[in-house]
Structure formats: structure tokens, C-alpha cells
């Protein structure tokens, strides 16, 4: 949906890379949680990458919630939200 809110809004376009950045970072996240499972990390060890990726995202969903919901609101996508979104 980026590339359709930059066309219609270019004056998100900073906001929009931070998203995408925060997007890059929460993948990481979940890459380094998913290796700490595979090795069988701790407890602890997991909580701490859990948190980790709660507080990015906790922080993340307020940030976009608040630079886009207008936005959101008003875009007209031109294709099935299914299609663009991913199945739930």
C-alpha cells in the first residue's frame, strides 16, 4: 500500500521510509527470534526477544496509526483488499 499512499500523498514520503524502516527492523527482529528458538535458547533469553520486538512494534502501530489513518481512510485502492493485504 506505500507505493499507492507516496502517489496519492508524496508529502509522506520521509514518514513512509521511516515505516519501511521499522518494517526492515521488526523483520529482523523476528529473524533473530526465530534463530534463539532453533537453538533452544532460555527463557529469559526468549522473553528478552519478545520484548524487544513488542516494543518496536507497540511503538511502530502508534506512530502509523497516527502519520496515516486519514489517509488510510480516504485512499481508493483499485484492487481487492484480500489481494493487497495477504490472507489474514
Given at each position: 500500500m506505500f507505493p499507492a499512499i507516496a502517489a496519492a500523498?508524496?508529502?509522506l514520503g520521509p514518514?513512509?521510509?521511516?515505516?519501511?524502516q521499522d518494517h526492515s527492523?521488526?523483520?529482523?527482529?523476528?529473524?533473530?527470534l526465530q534463530a534463539a528458538v532453533e537453538a533452544a535458547a532460555s527463557p529469559p533469553q526468549l522473553?528478552?526477544?519478545?520484548?524487544?520486538?513488542a516494543a518496536i512494534m507497540e511503538n511502530?502501530?502508534?506512530?502509523e496509526e497516527h502519520a496515516l489513518s486519514q489517509v488510510l481512510e480516504t485512499l481508493a485502492l483499485?484492487?481487492?483488499?484480500g489481494r493487497?493485504?495477504?490472507p489474514l
Open positions: 500523498h508524496p508529502h514518514t513512509l521510509r521511516l515505516l519501511e527492523m521488526i523483520a529482523h527482529l523476528l529473524s533473530g522473553d528478552q526477544h519478545l520484548e524487544g520486538i511502530h502501530f502508534r506512530y483499485d484492487t481487492d483488499p493487497a493485504l495477504g
